[in-house]
């Protein structure tokens, strides 16, 4: 695959590994990117999925040095948010979007059509990569990350706040029914540090709630000295009696 290198580069960000790695991709390719675009539930002041809050998705942008846009979009209005964001780009002279697909053409098609609709260009810098080998790499590079969601029908509800280091992708590889990257939602990340942070976040784990089968993990802002601390232990997330497998 080649990759565009010219113009000015936004990117869809949730604030995990997968929009990290492939941001980490993107600037090493060369490309200038100057913009992280998040769409949010404005109910809940929350990315989807991921739980994580604006504010801590605005650190993260300070922190790497980027512009964030974080737009408001409630379900139904999701569509149109979208079109007027990547119209708003094109009008500041961004000329393409990253994204952090992997393998779902569905929803990568559903992107693509919109992006080259505002008329940007669109890049996939993890596409087709095989998960287990972007789940090294986001690990070898140096992203600090988090489990902040996970779906309890397919992992223990104990993992929640688990680093994403080796000894969770061992565990993660012994389970031939999820996917490494969690490309099905079987978990979502916050990344808090790594080979693009100019310095790491200071947040800190909060509390914990459950919406359906999701359990979530609140992260907090704190005050610079609660950075690696308080977030569980490998030992402290072992499966537990009762627990999904």
């Known amino acids: 695959m080649t990759t565009p290198s010219a113009g000015i580069w936004a990117i869809s960000w949730s604030g995990g590994k997968d929009s ?23 109910a809940a002041g929350r990315v989807r999925f991921h739980g994580t809050p604006v504010p801590v998705l605005e650190m993260q942008a300070a922190a790497l040095g980027r512009a964030m846009m974080a737009l408001p ?37 559903w992107y693509e059509e919109r992006v080259v609709a505002a008329g940007l260009r669109h890049h996939e810098p993890l596409w087709g990569a095989a998960p287990a080998t972007l789940l090294r790499e986001v690990i070898e590079r140096g992203h600090s990350a988090h489990l902040v969601s996970i779906d309890t029908t397919r992992l223990p509800a ?27 939602g079987e978990y979502h990340t916050l990344v808090t540090d790594g080979p693009l942070f100019r310095y790491p976040l200071a947040v800190r784990p909060g509390s914990r ?10 992260v907090e802002v704190g005050d610079g000295r609660e950075h690696a601390a308080a977030w569980p232990m490998a030992s402290d997330c072992a499966d537990s009696p009762g627990e999904a497998p």
């Open 73 to 109: 979009a409630p379900w139904e209005q999701f569509d149109a948010v979208l079109r007027e964001g990547l119209a708003d780009l094109a009008g500041r002279g961004v000329t393409g979007m990253i994204f952090g697909n992997i393998h779902l053409a569905d929803v990568r098609a």
């Open 158 to 184: 104990s993992w929640l706040g688990r680093a994403l280091d080796g000894s969770c992708a061992a565990d993660l590889a012994e389970r031939a029914d999820v996917d490494p990257c969690g490309e099905y």
């Open 209 to 218: 709630r459950v919406e359906g089968p999701f359990a979530l993990l609140d």
């Open 20 to 42: 990290a790695l492939a941001l980490d991709r993107a600037v090493r390719a060369g490309l200038d990117v100057r913009y992280l675009v998040t769409l949010y539930d404005p």
